[in-house]
């Protein structure tokens, strides 16, 4: 059967896709996006770090995005109990922007996958693809259309944006555990008629459950008066806790005594959602014919708000090296592509493992910390987690190690 033929096929519209596909375009590349829903639609991932704001303006959308009226973050916030601490985007070790936002994800990423349609990539929605071979000489696709349908597509090359679909580890076996424990987030977006004068709209916060440092919530404001709220816990967490998500969640947040505060004329208005065990891994972020970008391929996990910028720092990695590829220069995806993507994704793991065992929340409360070493902090928190100049990318569980024993020293007397 007839099938049609193209350069680059990406799969999947969301932050990952629509960026890459607008830096192969930009470089003179044909590419057509795959995307299985109608956008608008929900996504989950609303607090954007400073470093996803590179990518965005390497991808020419820059101006766009900050015309959208997005609530502006100039950093993030952690509560514990009484305890309160913050961290400031722009002061940081790492140049960079200072500042970033929190975003509608739906709003948010038709953006993007619009300024790629202006840029000239073409966007099929509501298509699916169904069927993956890299046995061939070129890749080959099956697309599933609304109506049933199918259709062959071949391409020189294959980008898998598809986030949670995981559509080529799925259908290519690339499926791997992720190191992490499954846990679950119940979460909901409420009008938050928030008039405590010290909670910062400007910035996340990050509350720790005042019995178990392993549960948190987070807040994101965003610019209408209304604010994403959720809780993350493991399985055993939710034990003995009503099945009813919206009860659920209520009861956590009236657990932590700042959230019952900050929240207390909060209207809840909109049914919480779940989502169930949502870190993953795959064995390999490339193969003859393709490359997985963001969520596709890893997942860690959503406390420092990572998941949106190494999708994009994968999205600009990968089309920087599918670009010389399709100009004829012999590539090394390995080298080019992993081993440098994964360097910064390691840096986000240690400081995830650390938050669950509760030694990077002591680092952060810390009262006598030194200026400098929070500027370097500060520098992964705002997304800056590939720069090696910073000791606490080069070495993150060294010095986390080191810090956390600081932090346990009692304050002389
Ligand atoms: P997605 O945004 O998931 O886009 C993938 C697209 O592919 C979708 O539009 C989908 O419809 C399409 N697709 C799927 N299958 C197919 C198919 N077969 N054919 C065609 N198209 C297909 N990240 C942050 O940066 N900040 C946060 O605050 C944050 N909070 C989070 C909270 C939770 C509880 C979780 C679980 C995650 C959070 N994340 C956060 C992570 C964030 O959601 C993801 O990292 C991000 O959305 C990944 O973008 P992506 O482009 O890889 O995939």
């Not at 910062?200 to 994101?220: A, G, N, Q, S």
């Not at 493991?234 to 947040?253: H, I, M, N, Q, T």
């Not at 999708?311 to 590539?331: C, D, I, P, W, Y």
Request: proline fraction near 5%; glycine fraction near 8%; charge should be negative.
């Amino acid at each position: 059967p007839h099938s049609e033929n193209r350069r680059v096929v990406v799969i999947g519209a969301g932050p990952s896709g629509a960026i890459a596909a607008a830096l192969l375009k930009r470089q003179g590349h044909d590419v057509l996006i795959i995307e299985r829903q109608r956008f608008p639609r929900f996504s989950i991932g609303e607090s954007l770090l400073s470093h996803c704001l590179d990518f965005i303006e390497e991808a020419g959308m820059l101006e766009a995005v900050q015309a959208a009226g997005f609530q502006t973050k100039h950093g993030a916030a952690f509560g514990c109990g009484e305890r309160y601490t913050d961290f400031d985007f722009r002061d940081k070790f790492t140049e960079g922007h200072g500042s970033t936002y929190q975003v509608q994800r739906a709003d948010f990423d038709q953006l993007l996958a619009d300024q790629a349609a202006l840029q000239g990539v073409e966007i099929r929605y509501e298509e699916e693809i169904t069927a993956a071979d890299f046995g061939g000489p070129r890749p080959s696709l099956q697309v599933r259309r609304l109506d049933g349908s199918d259709y062959a597509l071949e391409a020189e090359f294959v980008l898998d944006a598809s986030g949670y679909g995981r559509v080529l580890p799925r259908l290519l076996d690339l499926e791997a555990p992720s190191s992490f424990p499954l846990r679950r987030a119940v979460f909901t977006h409420i009008t938050d008629n928030i008039n405590d004068p010290h909670f910062d709209r400007d910035k996340i916060l990050i509350t720790t459950h005042p019995e178990w440092r392993d549960v948190w919530f987070w807040t994101i404001p965003f610019s209408n008066g209304r604010c994403s709220l959720g809780v993350v816990a493991s399985a055993e967490r939710y034990e003995g806790r009503s099945l009813d998500l919206d009860s659920c969640l209520k009861a956590f947040v009236m657990e932590a005594p700042n959230l019952k505060r900050i929240l207390k004329h909060a209207e809840w208005d909109t049914p919480a959602r779940l989502i169930n065990g949502y870190s993953a891994n795959v064995k390999a972020l490339h193969g003859p014919g393709f490359a997985l970008l963001g969520n596709a391929a890893e997942f860690l996990d959503p406390v420092f708000s990572s998941g949106v910028t190494i999708a994009m720092r994968s999205a600009s990695m990968a089309a920087a090296v599918l670009h010389r590829q399709l100009s004829g220069e012999s590539v090394d995806w390995d080298s080019e592509f992993s081993t440098p993507l994964k360097r910064g994704v390691e840096t986000f793991r240690a400081y995830v493992e650390s938050w669950y065992d509760g030694s990077f929340q002591d680092v952060i409360y810390y009262e006598r910390a030194q200026p400098e070493i929070r500027r370097m902090i500060c520098s992964i928190l705002a997304g800056y987690a590939w720069d090696n100049r910073n000791p606490y990318v080069a070495e993150p569980r060294r010095r986390l190690r080191v810090l956390a024993e600081l932090c346990a020293t009692p304050t002389p007397a």
